[in-house]
Each structure stands twice: as C-alpha cells, then as structure tokens.
C-alpha cells in the first residue's frame, strides 16, 4: 500500500515559482505523476517520472515546470516556474506500478494524494 502527502502550495503571481513536494510511504520503484484540476474542468496530466528516471510532461507546462524524485525515492517534486493564471488548480500527486514510460492517463494510476492548492493571480 502506499500513501502520498502534497505539500507546498500557494498563492503566488503571474510569473512567479512554486516547488510541490509529494511524501510517498511504501516501496520506491513506483512511477509517480502530478495531475491537476480547475474547478469545473476535469483532472489533466501535468508531468510523471518513471522508476528509471523517463520524465513525460503536458505540452501546457513543457519548459516551465519539472518533475523530480529525492535521493532516497521516496519524495517527489514539481518545481513550477513561470507561472500563469491558467496554472491554477488542485494538484495531485499519484502512483502506479513502475513502467518503462509513464502514462498520461489519470486512470493508470493507483493511488492519490488529497491535493494541494496552487493559485497563480496575475
């Protein structure tokens, strides 16, 4: 079983950076991903790193944003840079067994986080 806790959302301006972190619980050799949702829309992709390090992204955060895992494997990131008003949303961590290259869809992953607010005002 494993378990994931978002932290590091916020309120910040157009143009402006946010780093997301994911505490996972369980073994390591998962692919983990970040979606989001607006209010309204439903969940997207917005990037995924697989066990060996592929890295997938959404053409909407491609060059701004970047998914990274910590040392120990077991913490997850997304540094958000050049932020935009249409960045805003309820991002999700979440997990699935570890493939080659991650999925895109939100119906391959296994297991989610309860979310973390990110607000971009401009």
């Known amino acids: 079983q494993v378990q994931l806790m978002e932290s590091g959302g916020g309120l910040v301006q157009a143009g402006g950076s946010l780093r997301l972190s994911c505490a996972a619980s369980?073994?390591?050799?998962?692919?983990m991903g970040w979606f989001r949702q607006a209010p309204g829309k439903e969940r997207e992709f917005v990037a995924a790193i697989s066990g060996g390090g592929i890295t997938v992204y959404a053409d909407s955060v491609k060059g701004r944003f970047t998914i990274s895992r910590g040392n120990a494997r077991n913490t997850l990131y997304l540094q958000m840079n050049s932020l935009k008003p249409e960045d805003t949303a309820v991002y999700y961590c979440a997990a699935m067994r570890s493939v080659t290259t991650p999925p895109r869809a939100a119906r391959d992953y296994d297991y989610w986080g309860q979310g973390t607010q990110v607000t971009v005002s401009s």
């Open positions: 369980g073994p390591s050799i998962y692919t």
